[in-house]
């Protein structure tokens, strides 16, 4: 035949590149490609060792200083001490009052959040209109914008008024007033992830349930819901996880009495927060004295609460997946199940015996109460936005955003405070995206499941957790004190920078699988390394959804008061910081002193919060704007 | 079986984890031919084909014995650099994978990664790989329009381009059309013999149209063993197996 | 596909404008501070100095172009730390050493730049006008709990202090309190504005705070041995007005230079002229 002749022949090639037959020879080409490879692995590798490094250290520096208390009170004092009066003739450091009133604090918040922030989430992803949806989904995500200070500030101005007159109490400083604090502070986390969730369930469940003649809402009820079940959990959690580790907004309005309830659940109590304690009394404190370890006791209690709440959450979601969703092979049949067992349910709750209310009332009772919902989080939105631009807006001068402060912030601007927060955002940043990327591809593209990698995973984890005035803490004691920064523009930026390390680690993750695996066999086909796949085939496209995160990390960055407070800013600077060493004005901090410590500053709190909010509501707008665009290109 | 083999595999065992998925496969892939393996699916085609460039190194519980010679060298020696056994030995995929990029960076990204930048021969080399895919009438006017733009055929015919474009000696090809409608489907097959002028390929296919139309030898698989490699003539008309025969006449199992 | 390109394109051109933003602060940032080579200091510590700090700083400044002062907050054990540990030239503090700390940093240097009265406020609402510095305690120890006991309205009484670092508490807990425990259901604050702002919306609400913080609340007069004394400056001064305390600065120390420039116009006429204009008491006449 031809073809065994054409065979004889040997290879000859196109002839335009001329390349070295040999193939197996240490010296070659390849061999320095697969050093280079080799170097950036391992690269890769040292840099996905910082988080655990970080985590590490922020341990060990709690640690230290908050060992001595707990040797010297016993840990059954400390941790179930009914008083905590470190100012007394006879100091008592007894935690459990914090204790309880945070997870009390922490709890209404979630009664009041997870009712309203999954009514919104299955009205955005079920009810709306592309419209409505439009307007609704920007205007919950905005929320999550609003820094935490400025809702301290609406919390002290507006929010414990209110309770105060509408509830007849004496004082409205209360775990209520926490608790609604709180809790429009978590509906953003937990609308947004429950509505992803609620948007991912398959399309099959719903049709098969309408088929088998369920309205829209016993669908919802009895079919999607169900189905989101293991994501709702999980919003649920994110947001306690907010919650748990807020400080500057609920010191700022649960009155900070170290007191239990009596009864125990009266809500018009006072009471006081773990992380109120660290916010309030950690600039005071003397060093090193017995109330400075307290306080560092009192950090690491919240570390473990906060783990605790985590890992339970974990433990629960997995429970919740595993339940819902067999893994064996044939995943059709394994989604079946419970299909089935919903359609079971549909079935029960359209028979005619078993309803109480007629279906389409049962409807209109629901989907009213969704609406209901959905408005008040949307008004509560509106309610913030126009006390802010209503009374803010007539500070807002050429001057004062140009000029700097005098009068104690009553005269003058902010521009320092203005530049300051840049500058914090962007070394914050400028250190954060580079490890948070480097971690992401190790993480994601290098290794297999080892127990290192596991670790790098569980701390990243456990930063993630961390709350912000634990960064702050560890900030003050390990970069300000211990490596004697001082209090400095490095200090606070590597404070958000370890902030907002795994949100970036995470958002880049997620992106990175979001790249088919079948782009990557392609390009190893070609002869590709594995840098060079990352580089050319996997970051490009992922770069979008990378920048999304970085976009939303910046702007909790450039909100956050807690963990800047001890180790950046400066109450007022008449000049711009000269050198990375020197402290710089911060917005957030400028707002939370002018609202706590400056009288007759009105003005200029109302123009400091609008300026502030405008700042990082324009930057949650950029990244709104990348990820819809993103999405647009997705789908064509 | 005469001619000189480009890749001649010796007792390749091959393991997932536990799962036993090669037992003792020696077969010799002779050169500048096209070769079909088939067999039902599970039996270990495409992950001997996968085995041919390493691509299973990408597969962590994945382990390996025996040999595997491309041109007489084994590829699993430890001095071996597996970027240029991939580069020599080229891959085509069940779906088409063009990368989210231009039409003419698809086909130059082989080339570039390999330290080719000037843009005159990349050009011509973006040129030459189309034309040998025969696609370049269809698309040189909208070279760089993005690759995900074309038809299904479209994108695996730029894949075969892709693969030229780096000049291996061996394709690989693991059912390159069954995502494809039978128009495409022809074009694909007509490319194969004629890319088979210059190059061996070795192709996984479950239609046994196709394998008696495009290939000269067949080798048949079944729960991960190679059961029967011959011309293919020979195993459509007279198998030596009778396992092989009702697989081919579709009285099986 | 070309959407996603271009997507690419527009994602790094926001962060090249943020960059460029960046940038641009810089400069202007660097540009303001090059245009004197000013002498620097830091003044950090106790939030109730800063007021006094902040204006003379800025009296000062006026006059001589060239100074730098900056002035941040934190508290009075970060105001004693940073100087005691030479990260700042000027400590302010609120209230005297402690022990552990005048053993650390034994070269420190007070200057009783100021007195602070510490002030009752109530809310204008509330009909008692004075009270005794017994009651007082009484109220701040959980004796009373409605103000109808220290004879005002039937009104639960809302007790306001300062956070348990604060040297504000530390002094009226030994002058007012003698060291007794404060009520448990205290609310606490970290500033004198938090407790100002509390008092003034809530009608049953006591708290303490400076001499500048009585903007919206009512400053109870103190009844001493029969007759009540209003809180003005004169009665504070002259000490008929019991409850008043020192303010230091700090240095490491004598000071030198701009430090003591600074120190030195604080305890000028003008600089204490500036002291009363912020509503502390003078130290010198």
Redesign the interface.
Known sequence: ?K??Q????P????G??R?PEV????S????K??LVDRIVGKLLFSVALFAIIAVFFIIVFLLRDGYQIVLETGPWHFLTGQ???????NPIFGVLPLIVGTLLVMALAMVIAVPLSIGTAVYIAEIAGPGTKAVVKPAVELLAGIPSVVYGFFG?ILL??WI?VAFDQ????SWLAGSILLAIMAIPTITSVAEDAIGSVPREFREGSLALGANHWQTIKNVIVPGALSGISAAIILGMGRAIGETMAV??VT?????IPDPILNVF??V?TLTGTL???????????Q?YHALFGVAVVLLIITLAVNSTARLIINRIQRTSRPTPPGWAGAASVPFVRVARAVRDFVRPQTRILHPITAQRFAFSLIALSVISVIAVLGVIIAEIVVNGAGAITWEFLTGSP???GRAGGIFPA??GT??LV?GALAVAFPLGIATAVYLIEYT?DTPLTRGIRAAVDLLNGTPSIVFGLFGFAFLVLFL?F??SMIAGQITLALMILPTIIRTTEESLRSI?H????????????KW?TIW??VL??A??GI?TG??LS?GRAAGETAPIM?TA??????????SLS??VMALPYHLF?L??????ASAQKYGTALVLLLMVLSIYL?AIL?RR??H???V? | MGESAILETKCLNLWYGQKHALIDISVRIPKNTVTALIGPSGCGKSTLLRCCNRMNDLIDSSRVTGEILFNGNDIHDPRADVYTIREKIGMVFQKPNPFPKSIYDNVAYGPRIHGVSEKKVLDRIVEDSLRGAALWDEVKDRLYEPALALSGGQQQRLCIARCLAVEPEVILMDEPCSALDPIATAKIEDLIIQIAREHTVVIVTHNMQQAARASEYTGFMYLGKLIEFDKTTRIFEDPAEELTENYITGRFG | MTGKSLSGATTVAVAGIFVVLLMAAGCVGGQSSDSSTPQHITVTGSTTVLPIAEKTKEAFEERDASADIMVSGGGSSVGIKAVGEGTADIGMTSRDLKSEEATGYPGLVRHHIADDAILLIVNPENTVDSLTLDEVRGIYNGTYTTWDQVGGPEEQIVVVGRDSASGTREFFSEYVLKKEDFVKTQEEFNSNGGIQQKVSRTPGAIGYVGLGYTGGVKALWLDVGGTAVEPTLENITSKKYPISRPLFMLTNGEPDGLARQYLDFIMSEEGQEIVASVDYIPVQE
Not at chain 1, 569 to 578: A, D, N, T
């Open positions: 035949m073809k065994e054409a065979a004889l022949v290879f000859q090639g196109f335009r590149l390349r193939r197996i020879d240490p070659s080409a390849g061999a490609r697969q008083d905590w009066n470190p100012a007394g003739q002290l414990t008024d105060r004496p004082s409205g400083s010191l700022m009155g900070n009495a170290a007191v109590s006072p006081r916010g309030i009394e950690m600039g005071e404190v003397a060093f090193g004295s109330h005098s009068d104690l203005i530049v840049l500058y962007g297999a004697n001082g209090v088919p079948s782009l990557r066999e392609g390009s190893y086909a070609l002869g590709a390394t060079q050319r085939v490009p496209p770069l979008p920048l970085a976009i910046i001890f800013v400066v109450f007022s600077s008449r000049y711009l910081p000269s020197e402290p002193i609202t706590t410590s400056v009288p007759g950029i990348v665009r993103c647009r290109a997705k064509m």
